[in-house]
T-cell receptor, first 118, second 113 residues
């Protein structure tokens, strides 16, 4: 199984350029997420989606947009890249557990996209 | 405001000994806690979890303990093996689900052969 696949794996952008990061999952998960990882900051949630056609803001949404047109795909867009958006981006997906979630349900992560904005 | 804190950025343990990684949280709404392991250039992978209705969960060499009154959890790895060398992230969520995980800053564990 492919699990969660992110493309591209690496990218260098110039300030002001735009790009879209693609995340695809083949596990039929309801929930999908975009995180960024920065040194000393752990992983911070950018945006997430609880189902096809829905999106919501996370902890650090500014400068990013997302779309979930198909259940298996979650796109992260940068309209005008800034050096502060240099980071490693991780996509994740998880099944909806509802309340009383069972033990050992978890989110599955992609391998990451290393983005450098110069 | 860091709601999930891992105060030790790094930890070195001899092979065969016990590794103890700690995590503190401040949000009383958190009721589901997870540990993820991350190797360089890879995404985090799930290790073990615990819900707030329990105080211990065990899976092979890995045990997670939860102290709700202290808002503290710990991950015990015994015996530690060289392949355990990685960055470990503590994460928490509300509503017993795994949506909207809030992560700690991570602890780099090095196992010394």
């Amino acid at each position: 199984n492919a699990g969660v696949t992110q493309t591209p794996k690496f990218r260098v952008l110039k300030t002001g350029q735009s790009m879209t990061l693609l995340c695809a999952q083949d596990m039929n998960h309801e929930y999908m997420y975009w995180y960024r990882q920065d040194p000393g900051m752990g992983l911070r949630l950018i945006h997430y989606s609880v189902g096809e056609g829905t999106t919501a803001k996370g902890e650090v949404p500014d400068g990013y947009n997302v779309s979930r047109l198909k259940k298996q795909n979650f796109l992260l867009g940068l309209e005008s890249a800034a050096p502060s958006q240099t980071s490693v981006y991780f996509c994740a997906s998880s099944p909806h557990t509802g309340t009383g979630g069972k033990e050992n349900t978890e989110a599955f992560f992609g391998q990451g996209t290393r983005l450098t904005v110069v | 405001d860091q709601q999930v804190k891992q105060n030790s950025p790094s930890l070195s343990v001899q092979e065969g000994r016990i590794s103890i990684l700690n995590c503190d949280y401040t949000n009383s709404m958190f009721d589901y806690f997870l540990w993820y392991k991350k190797y360089p250039a890879e995404g985090p992978t799930f290790l073990i979890s615990i819900s707030s209705i329990k105080d211990k969960n065990e899976d092979g060499r890995f045990t997670v303990f939860l102290n709700k009154s202290a808002k503290h959890l710990s991950l015990h790895i015994v015996p530690s093996q060289p392949g355990d060398s990685a960055v470990y992230f503590c994460a928490a969520s509300a509503n017993f689900g795994n949506e909207k995980l809030t992560f700690g800053t991570g602890t780099r564990l090095t196992i010394i052969p």
